[in-house]
């Protein structure tokens, strides 16, 4: 479990090491809400310009016994998504941070690869998502810019590796952890 946990949070830290130097975009696909996108395969999201997301756990270590480490359940921080004001989107992502209920939301990771169609590098689900937060700023002359922070119950980390040489991707790695049980699978 301990292991799990800490393979999938490596796992996000380090995406952008997984898929090197190329063209990477992010998409928010949130259930009945759709974003003006028109990437082909992932038309109708939301594009996001960054994300974060972490967990946490509190670890004793006792003085002179290492191998009696304690630790905590994780906490597991709300994912912060920063967008570029969405034409389709804004409006309805307002009203959802007002009244909204669950949902199930999708970050996804997706790579250019040369001329060919855009893949799939990662994704994280989440599910009975609500927006614990919803912030916009904008000044004279510039973009109007959207900070939302997602709160969820369960979520689903999707990674997808590539091979190096061929580019061809191969079995995706998944990791599942239920807030409401504190069960990892």
Avoid: H, W
Avoid at 5 to 24: E, K, P
Avoid at 69 to 97: C, G, H, W
Avoid at 116 to 136: K, R, V
Avoid at 166 to 171: A, E
């Amino acid at each position: 479990m301990k292991k799990l946990l800490l393979t999938a949070l490596l796992v996000s830290c380090c995406l952008g090491t997984l898929v090197r130097a190329q063209s990477v975009t992010y998409f928010l696909d949130y259930e009945g809400i759709p974003g003006s996108t028109t990437m082909v395969g992932f038309e109708n999201k939301i594009e996001v310009l960054s994300y974060s997301s972490g967990v946490g756990r509190a670890i004793s270590t006792p003085t002179g016994a290492s191998s009696n480490r304690e630790a905590s359940a994780p906490s597991v921080s709300e994912l912060t998504v920063f967008i570029a004001l969405d034409p389709k989107a804004n409006m309805e992502l307002t009203k959802a941070a007002f009244i909204g209920n669950g949902k199930t939301v999708k970050l996804k990771g997706v790579r250019a690869v040369g001329d060919g169609p855009p893949q799939l590098f990662m994704e994280i689900e989440m599910t009975d998502t609500m927006i614990a937060a919803l912030s916009q700023e904008g000044s004279n002359g510039n973009q109007v810019y959207i900070n939302l922070s997602l709160n969820f119950t369960k979520v689903k980390y999707t990674t997808i590796p590539f091979n190096p040489q061929t580019g061809q991707p191969g079995q995706p790695q998944i990791f599942t952890y239920n807030l409401t049980t504190a069960v990892g699978s």
